[in-house]
């Protein structure tokens, strides 16, 4: 996936090949997509006319669901529902466990000293799980959409520093 691709004269795609790509915001509390049609730009909605989708996962040991349906089995299971995993990439373990003392999950920490949490589906890092949200986003673009995605861009808070500004760059975050 290129950002930008210049050709020379004669060189370019055929103007009337149709690509389609989108903007993901991956927000801590909740994520949303958006693309630009006919110069304008179009928040996607799913099929309840909502924009918003929770930024949410709920590991069961067959089956992942992420957006809503995962935020609603969060009373139930919540060891197995991750929040706002974003609030944790780039953090050390002893940072995650001082500072979120009370989130029901259990971690463990990896190779390199940051935190996993434990699920149903095995040990995950918030990039795992961020990287779930955001497949499920690109597929619900594709969906709406109705065509294949030819580019994605994510967007990155200001305060990231460098740690976490490599999770989109991480080729297993999003394959499109």
Do not use: C
């Amino acid at each position: 996936m290129a950002l930008l691709q210049i050709s020379e004269p004669g060189q370019t795609a055929a103007p009337h090949q149709h690509k389609l790509a989108v903007g993901i915001d991956l927000g801590t509390t909740n994520s949303l997509v958006a693309t630009v049609r006919s110069g304008q730009t179009q928040v996607l909605l799913d099929e309840q006319e909502r924009a918003l989708v929770p930024s949410v996962v709920h590991y069961a040991e067959t089956e992942k669901t992420v957006g809503i349906e995962a935020f609603a089995k969060a009373a139930l299971d919540p060891k197995n529902t991750v929040i706002s995993a974003k609030r944790l990439i780039g953090r050390s373990l002893a940072d995650v466990q001082q500072r979120y003392q009370n989130l029901p999950y259990q971690f463990v920490a990896s190779e390199n000293g940051l935190p996993l949490i434990q699920t149903a589906q095995g040990n995950k890092s918030p990039i795992e799980v961020s990287a779930d949200i955001l497949s499920h986003l690109a597929q619900f673009a594709e969906k709406r959409l109705a065509g294949e995605l030819s580019g994605v861009v994510i967007t990155v808070p200001a305060y990231f520093d460098d740690a976490h500004a490599k999770v989109p760059k991480m080729p297993h975050v999003l394959r499109v």
